[in-house]
């Protein structure tokens, strides 16, 4: 609130005018950057600690090569944690500050789905896991930023891969309605829990945090997904029960929108 006297045209005081600012949406914003930034901390914190610990042991102490070797790949492991979770973090800060130099062309949204299947095929044979495609004949091309899309159809699928188990089956489909294009990938996974599906595309937001680290996640993956997807006039919808799977549809417009 701010007050300022204001005088008539005699130099007299005539009054005061009150400023009244709603500054609720500039707290909200202070605090999600605080949380943020909180949260960024903590994240690089955890393998930078292993990365320091594992150093320290190998510096001052004496191990047969067995151990040196796994000691080592500790190491290897946290660096590349560390190093996906800065580019997820770049790649957030781009789309945040508008700075993405986003190229939109008219593409084969089956064919770019078939490539990110093979490119994780080798992924999907180590767990044993049966995976269908199924394309319908004649979708339009899309019209996109093709690499943000592969991004995002890497993310779920990788993601699909990562939570369903030995032997589990993964179904995509790629299909239209109306002037969207759209990609369903269905799983029989370990499932989302309801109260968290409202909260899955919030920033380093984890089911299961240990989980997530364990495979590699950096929490970030699907807030990437999103701000792609808004970019690109798309969206993507969620829906899972737990030990049941989950069911992502991922739309986005035809080149005749």
């Known amino acids: 609130m701010f007050f300022a006297p204001f005088k008539d045209e005699n130099n007299r005081p005539a009054g005061v005018m009150v400023l009244i600012q709603d500054i609720t949406e ?10 943020f930034v909180a949260d960024v901390s903590h994240e690089l914190k955890t393998p930078l600690t292993s990365i320091l610990g594992y150093s320290e042991t190998l510096a001052t102490s004496e191990y047969d090569k067995e151990l040196q070797t796994k000691f080592l790949n500790v190491i290897s492991s946290e660096a590349v944690r560390m190093t996906k979770l800065v580019n997820d973090l770049l790649t957030l800060s781009k789309y945040d500050n508008k700075k993405t130099n986003t190229e939109k062309t008219e593409f084969d949204l089956g064919e770019l789905v078939k490539q990110a299947q093979e490119n994780l095929q080798i992924e999907m044979d180590k767990k044993h896991q049966k995976v269908e495609c199924f394309v319908t004949a004649n ?3 899309v019209y996109a930023d093709r690499d943000g899309i592969e991004r995002v159809v890497l993310n779920i699928l ?11 089956t993964i179904k995509i489909y790629v299909g239209f309605v109306y002037n969207d294009a759209y990609i369903k990938v269905i799983d029989n996974g370990i499932g989302i829990p309801e109260e968290d599906l409202n909260k899955i595309f919030e920033r380093f937001y984890r089911v299961d945090k240990a989980r997530t680290r364990e495979m590699g996640g950096t929490g970030l993956g699907l807030s990437i997904a999103k701000e792609i997807l808004d970019q690109n006039n798309g969206r993507i919808d969620i829906k899972s029960k737990v030990h049941e799977g989950t069911e992502v ?3 986005i417009p035809t080149k005749s929108k």
């Open 26 to 35: 500039h707290v909200r914003l202070d605090n999600m950057r605080k949380e």
């Open 158 to 168: 990788s993601n699909s891969i990562k939570y369903t188990g030995e032997g589990g």
């Open 249 to 251: 549809v991922i739309t």
């Open 139 to 141: 979708v339009p091309n």
